[in-house]
């Protein structure tokens, strides 16, 4: 996953896209997850900011990688963010040093 945000704003099909989701789940999570709240252009298009992009990791985090129904996700959410945050980050980091080992391998078996 691209932890790099250097814009000011993303379209909701940028974030889709970043984070191998459907459009149209983002925009469920946005009904369900008052967390989920990313401003509007002048005309209605969906503005997420680098700090909303988290909080959608956070819920993916919570409903793809975790399991849990959206129920228990907003309730996470609601009862503690800061460790969710920092469990979903840990989680990211050990993902992107497997596929940092997975790429050295695979060069090393090149090589022989």
Do not use: C
Request: hydrophobic share 35%; proline share 4%; glycine share 6%.
């Amino acid at each position: 996953m691209n932890n790099d945000l250097s814009k000011k704003y993303y379209s909701i099909g940028e974030i889709g896209e970043l984070l191998g989701l459907p459009t149209s789940t983002l925009r469920y999570w946005e009904s369900r997850f008052p967390e989920l709240r990313p401003r509007r252009s002048h005309g209605g298009q969906r503005r997420y900011s680098p700090e909303d992009v988290e909080r959608v990791r956070m819920v993916a985090f919570l409903v793809k990688e975790q399991g849990l129904h959206i129920d228990a996700a907003v309730e996470r959410l609601r009862v503690a963010p800061d460790g969710v945050s920092r469990r979903a980050a840990a989680i990211n980091r050990l993902h992107d040093i497997r596929n940092t080992l997975a790429d050295l391998l695979a060069t090393l078996n090149t090589r022989r």
